[in-house]
């Protein structure tokens, strides 16, 4: 593609809508223009883009063994009402009247349509298992729509519904579609991570969110840079400490620390560290009292609590709790503490010393407080708020925290749907039972976002090779010398050739400034930049830049083709 | 594929609701599925189809150095307001309102968008032109959503809209279009000619219909087989006939023909035939009296009499004329009516022959009427309704009349998007003008429906092979013999090889009987059929049948692979 041909006009300045970085790059390289809130036109080269990422996931759905089919966007509202989806998204859903005062949904996802179709034509065990996709624009009617692709009212979704005859077939076909999003993700240049998720308004079970790495993300996660381990801050866990020797210590002792507001001044006064204490937390469960004890470093999680106590209710006790049982020193309770139902121990207070804990008396603490000397929790638990730099509990590498973008979710839905809309098959026996589904969405349209997030300097995109517009960026100099005819004639050649090899080059023969041209073409970001100027010419070469790295190399020119075609 | 996953149930019975060929065979074929009135889920084969069709447009877009974008479908209500359309589209179009109240359309199109798109980031006439073109969903709230995919109200399009700075350009832009849409017809495999249209609500000056050859067509259409000629009833003519030498003839002559209601009769009673009398028709011109001379077997093309008078106001006589005018004889007006300001005639009439004609007098009419003797029409026209047979104006050939399926509509808009919405260029003076516009229609999903009435029989669809889903339809028909496990292994084996080699293989391994593998296979249409039975195997060969012919050959298993991927 010629850039003097090219439906593009770049932008210098970021527009006074953006507040993120690949929004700002989306409209500055002219991948997209805001035509209302949240929804966008798709120029030349971000519709390629997303003709590319769109390309790699029909890819991957297929190779799984899903099917593509296309639903429609205008869905009849009464199917939504049938599964009770209709109320569950309220405002967020467009809804559209026709001239006979039907209604019809646009599609945020589409359960409904699909179960329905595929309750019309598969109806015995033998039929199953199938999975049907599609890739087609979607439609959340946002509060507040924001970030450009991230947060938009109309996007591109891929959206796939498996249907098996029982769990174990859900399991399987959640399995493939689990391993073709790592796939697809992968081949788009993302850092990601799939975490355990909570469903929204789709409803289900077991469901994984894979986030991809991004310090804009709307959501924390927890996650390992050396083997797939990711969680919620909430779930998340470290490896647990193995039980150990605690050498000889001093005997316990007490000591007094009077008006001590918190953990830092009792160790300065102690000469002693925080993480070198111990804090016994007081929670009501159930009405009884039950300390958890984490070291003096560290935040109780309190999920992990909740969790570990469930069913029985677990709430941190208040003041007025304090207020009505003086016999509890607030503030000073010790992991020995009388009072108390049960003790639940972060597995870290195992380290082979000994701590400083609350002495169980106002104003005094107890220090030389050992391990199976001086208490002994009811139970040990990973208890703690985990930290970047904890130890990651499947492969033991340090932990990261970071934000992140859902790319994708892959639900296990079980039979909502195909009970409400009557999705039944017969067994080999005749007897009738639901189709158990399994829902799986990728944010097209988001991708790209989140790969411009990841893949961007202060110049502009840095396009991974498997979504950019164009391979190559070749940049014509012609300059104002004797040979700037010589020059254009062998950079119309080289682009001639390397369309002829099926390179998509975006060549910029433009009478604009070698300044622009450069700019543009950072801004652009093709992974491969080749640049034609007189001098280079003259000495028979050309100049190529990696794009990501900033490397540059010369290029003999009857050498150039074969090396920017891979031969 | 194999038929034992893919997703599809076909159907021996038309449906219901289907009162077309294309509509029948699309349901029966498993291609679509009803979800409202007008709109479909697309199935597997069904949508493979489309998305032939797709990429087949997207190919001859860009070849014609259109630009592939993606404009919202849900659009801004207030720019349609701007452009007048709102209003002209009425109940056709869908509206949807937001949560905070803006109004949004379901694009029917999308001039109003791309033109304040290209508003936004040309202004030069450098910037000109430039072609964008979209492949996207549209939506009409038809009142009688009928036969399928013809009248859906969500149906796929292909819409391009092109910018120029003058109308030469507008031309320019224009004939690329029309070149790139015979391309696609033509790759589509439909039997189609360009015609002359009026515009409907788009608006703007000259249009042309791409119109594919069908019975169920909405509207009728001249064609020629051996040009491109074409025109809609109304604008067709024949080729004219010469000025000629009338050979000798008796003197006019006038017998009494009384009580002679119609030509026949007349042509009875005088021992000869319609197409040697002919009829002068009386037309009220602006006030005056015209006489339309054309042979009495033909009739009066009205909208060619209005196009040969305008400006001025024209209408046929009705009875109130001639009560008011007893001196013109009703019925027996001859060519030589004194009381005619003009004659117009049409050229058949050179035809080198006397006439029969009326005589100026009630029961009376005038035979061995010579031209240039008797009667000098003051003009000579084309003014009959062509009627099938008649020359064909360009090449002479029999003309034939068809109903026609419109697939495309390439449009001369002018300037009335681009002064509504603010599209100015600055001419190399520094001068403002609106761009001048084209804009250029594809049916992508009624093309579907075009091919298959045009290449169907009574078993089922003959796809043609640029957009069948599969290029091969493998069938296994192991037999309860001994050696059913091999024949199961040979087509196993094929189609793996298929495969390999890139074929598009829809591979039937179904456990189902002979008959209706074969149905199946007709019914759902690909343009090559294999066969592998045991017979077959057991002379080393399988069967070939091309399912539009019906021609069925042998193939030696160890040649099979080579011929069927055209090696």
């Given at each position: 593609?010629?850039?003097?041909?090219?439906?593009?006009?770049?932008?210098?300045?970021?527009p006074?809508?953006?507040?993120?970085?690949?929004?700002?790059?989306?409209?500055?390289?002219?991948?997209?223009?805001?035509?209302?809130?949240?929804?966008?036109?798709?120029?030349?080269?971000?519709?390629?883009?997303l003709?590319?990422?769109?390309?790699?996931?029909?890819?991957?759905?297929?190779?799984a063994?899903?099917?593509?089919?296309?639903?429609?966007?205008?869905q009849p509202?009464d199917?939504?009402?049938?599964?009770?989806?209709?109320?569950?998204?309220?405002q967020?859903?467009?809804?559209?009247k026709?001239?006979?005062?039907n209604?019809?949904?646009?599609?945020p996802?589409?359960?409904?349509?699909?179960?329905t179709?595929?309750?019309?034509?598969?109806?015995?065990?033998?039929?199953?298992?199938?999975?049907?996709?599609?890739?087609?624009?979607?439609?959340?009617?946002?509060?507040?729509p924001r970030?450009?692709l991230?947060?938009a009212?109309?996007?591109?979704?891929?959206d796939?519904?498996?249907?098996?005859?029982?769990?174990?077939?859900?399991?399987?076909?959640?399995?493939?579609?689990?391993?073709?999003?790592?796939?697809?993700?992968?081949?788009?240049?993302?850092?990601f991570?799939?975490?355990?998720?909570?469903?929204?308004e789709?409803?289900?079970?077991?469901?994984?969110?894979?986030?991809?790495?991004?310090?804009i993300?709307?959501d924390?996660?927890?996650?390992?840079?050396?083997?797939?381990?990711?969680?919620n801050?909430?779930?998340?866990t470290?490896?647990?400490?193995?039980e150990?020797?605690?050498?000889?210590?001093?005997?316990?002792?007490?000591?007094?620390?009077?008006?001590m507001?918190?953990?830092?001044?009792?160790?300065?006064h102690?000469?002693?560290?925080?993480?070198?204490?111990m804090?016994?937390?007081?929670?009501?469960?159930d009405?009884?009292?039950?300390?958890?004890?984490?070291?003096?470093d560290?935040e109780?999680?309190?999920?992990?609590?909740?969790?570990?106590?469930?069913?029985?209710?677990?709430r941190?006790?208040?003041?007025?709790?304090?207020?009505?049982?003086?016999?509890?020193?607030?503030?000073?309770?010790?992991?020995?503490?009388?009072?108390?139902?049960?003790?639940?121990?972060?597995?870290?207070l195992?380290?082979?010393?000994a701590?400083?804990?609350?002495?169980?008396?106002?104003?005094h603490?107890a220090r030389?407080?050992?391990?199976?000397?001086?208490?002994?929790?009811?139970a040990?638990?990973?208890?703690?708020?985990v930290?970047a730099?904890?130890?990651c509990s499947?492969?033991?590498?340090?932990?990261?925290?970071?934000?992140g973008?859902?790319?994708?979710?892959?639900f296990?839905?079980?039979d909502?749907?195909?009970?409400?809309?009557?999705?039944?098959?017969?067994?080999?026996a005749?007897?009738e039972?639901?189709?158990?589904?399994g829902?799986?969405?990728?944010?097209?349209?988001?991708?790209?976002?989140?790969?411009?997030?990841?893949h961007?300097?202060?110049?502009?995109?840095?396009?991974?090779?498997?979504?950019?517009p164009?391979?190559?960026?070749?940049?014509?100099?012609?300059?104002?010398?004797?040979?700037?005819?010589?020059?254009?004639?062998?950079?119309?050649?080289?682009y001639s050739?390397l369309?002829?090899?099926?390179?998509?080059v975006?060549?910029?023969?433009?009478d604009?400034?070698?300044?622009?041209?450069?700019?543009?073409?950072?801004?652009?970001?093709?992974?491969?930049?080749?640049?034609?100027?007189?001098?280079?010419?003259a000495?028979?070469?050309v100049?190529?830049?990696?794009r990501?790295?900033?490397?540059r190399?010369?290029?003999?020119?009857?050498?150039?083709?074969?090396?920017?075609?891979?031969?």
């Amino acid at each position: 593609m010629r850039m003097s041909s090219l439906f593009l006009r770049t932008l210098r300045d970021d527009p006074a809508d953006a507040e993120v970085t690949s929004h700002k790059l989306m409209v500055r390289a002219g991948l997209i223009r805001r035509v209302a809130s949240g929804i966008y036109s798709w120029l030349p080269l971000g519709n390629r883009a997303l003709r590319n990422v769109a390309q790699i996931v029909r890819e991957e759905m297929d190779d799984a063994g899903a099917q593509e089919v296309t639903l429609p966007i205008a869905q009849p509202l009464d199917l939504w009402k049938q599964s009770g989806r209709d109320d569950a998204y309220g405002q967020m859903m467009f809804r559209v009247k026709d001239r006979k005062d039907n209604w019809y949904a646009m599609a945020p996802t589409a359960e409904e349509v699909v179960t329905t179709l595929v309750a019309g034509e598969y109806s015995s065990y033998r039929d199953l298992p199938v999975n049907l996709y599609q890739i087609n624009w979607k439609y959340r009617d946002e509060l507040r729509p924001r970030f450009g692709l991230l947060r938009a009212r109309e996007f591109l979704m891929k959206d796939a519904y498996s249907f098996d005859a029982d769990l174990a077939g859900l399991q399987a076909s959640y399995d493939l579609m689990f391993h073709a999003y790592s796939q697809v993700f992968s081949r788009c240049g993302l850092t990601f991570r799939a975490v355990k998720a909570q469903s929204g308004e789709i409803g289900g079970d077991t469901s994984q969110e894979f986030m991809a790495v991004a310090a804009i993300g709307e959501d924390a996660f927890v996650w390992c840079e050396q083997c797939d381990y990711a969680a919620n801050t909430e779930a998340a866990t470290r490896r647990p400490t193995p039980e150990q020797v605690v050498p000889d210590q001093p005997p316990r002792e007490v000591v007094h620390t009077p008006a001590m507001p918190g953990i830092d001044a009792v160790a300065d006064h102690l000469g002693t560290t925080p993480d070198l204490l111990m804090k016994s937390i007081a929670f009501d469960v159930d009405g009884e009292l039950v300390l958890v004890l984490v070291p003096g470093d560290r935040e109780v999680n309190e999920y992990a609590v909740a969790g570990i106590c469930a069913p029985a209710k677990v709430r941190l006790y208040t003041d007025a709790d304090f207020d009505g049982h003086p016999e509890i020193p607030k503030g000073y309770i010790g992991p020995d503490f009388a009072g108390a139902a049960r003790t639940l121990a972060d597995s870290s207070l195992r380290a082979p010393h000994a701590w400083v804990t609350g002495a169980n008396e106002a104003d005094h603490h107890a220090r030389n407080m050992v391990l199976g000397r001086d208490f002994t929790p009811t139970a040990w638990n990973e208890i703690v708020q985990v930290e970047a730099g904890d130890k990651c509990s499947s492969c033991g590498s340090p932990l990261r925290i970071d934000r992140g973008i859902e790319v994708g979710h892959v639900f296990q839905l079980g039979d909502k749907y195909s009970r409400a809309l009557g999705a039944v098959y017969t067994d080999d026996a005749g007897a009738e039972h639901p189709m158990v589904m399994g829902c799986y969405g990728i944010g097209v349209s988001r991708i790209l976002s989140a790969v411009i997030e990841e893949h961007h300097d202060d110049g502009g995109i840095c396009w991974p090779a498997a979504i950019a517009p164009y391979q190559v960026h070749l940049v014509v100099i012609p300059g104002r010398g004797d040979n700037s005819a010589e020059v254009s004639a062998a950079a119309e050649q080289l682009y001639s050739d390397l369309r002829a090899r099926e390179i998509d080059v975006l060549f910029d023969d433009r009478d604009v400034s070698p300044g622009v041209k450069f700019a543009d073409a950072d801004l652009l970001g093709m992974p491969v930049q080749v640049t034609i100027g007189a001098k280079g010419l003259a000495r028979g070469v050309v100049e190529r830049k990696i794009r990501a790295t900033g490397d540059r190399d010369e290029l003999a020119l009857d050498v150039a083709l074969d090396a920017l075609t891979g031969h």
